[in-house]
């Protein structure tokens, strides 16, 4: 089983619509969840951390299910501009010493379409 | 704040030579610098843990000697690709780790813009 997975898409939206993808992860004791944006040929940008709580930032919000370990992302009202790979980012451990590499999902291809 | 450069941009090469890749935090301090390797329509691969002033770690399936890591300052860590060859082609990005074990207890990584290696 991957250590993360996502559905690559590419998932075709209307510009307006309301877009959720989710993503799950294999490691239980993993501490820290993260939602990347990577445009085509550019690194990877954070969008947001999630938190166990659910966290909300504009027009984002991510979620996080410990019990079954998976996360989500939602985007509301979605814009041209959010046409973008969107990756699921697991860190296995937390403030640990030695190799805390962050684990990539392959990421969700989203198209926001006029 | 919390941006990280990364030189040069894009390389091609002869097959054979060597490659230096710098990534820098520009703006704050990083005892943990990270590499990673990214393949057409793949996801990131973490190649090597950077550690300043000690050894790298590497990840399984990584030849340490052909991908050199020095991480000499609390801003600087470079990846020397050593003789080169095509299947060494690939999208390289470091980050660099800020790490908060205050109230918020974050741990994020920033990524470098990237360097595009070809080599021919």
């Known amino acids: 089983r991957k250590e993360v997975e996502q559905d690559p898409g590419p998932f075709n939206v209307p510009e307006g619509a309301t877009v959720a993808f989710n993503c799950t992860y294999s490691?239980?004791?993993?501490?820290?969840f993260f939602w990347y944006r990577q445009d085509c040929r550019k690194e990877p940008k954070l969008l947001m951390s999630?938190?166990?709580s659910g966290n909300e930032d504009g027009r984002f919000t991510a979620q996080l299910n410990r019990a079954s370990q998976y996360i989500s992302l939602l985007i509301r009202d979605s814009k041209l501009s959010d046409s973008a790979t969107y990756l699921c980012v697991v860190n296995p451990s937390y403030g640990g010493g030695g190799a805390d590499g962050l684990t990539f999902g392959k990421g969700t291809h989203l198209i926001i379409q006029p | 704040g919390a941006v990280v450069s990364q030189h040069p941009s894009w390389v091609i090469c002869k097959s054979g030579t060597s490659v230096k890749i710098e990534c820098r935090s520009l703006d704050f301090q990083a005892t943990t610098m990270f590499w990673y390797r990214q393949f057409p329509k793949q996801s990131l691969m973490l190649m090597a843990t950077s550690n300043e002033g000690s050894k790298a770690t590497y990840e399984q399936g990584v030849e340490k000697d052909k991908f050199l890591i020095n991480h000499a300052s609390l801003t600087l860590s470079t990846l020397t690709v050593t003789s080169a060859h095509p299947e060494d082609s690939s999208f390289y990005i470091c980050s660099a780790r800020i790490l908060d074990r205050g109230f918020l207890g974050t741990d994020t990584q920033y990524f470098g813009p990237g360097t595009r290696l070809t080599v021919l």
């Open positions: 999630v938190y166990s």
């Open positions: 490691n239980s004791a993993s501490q820290s």
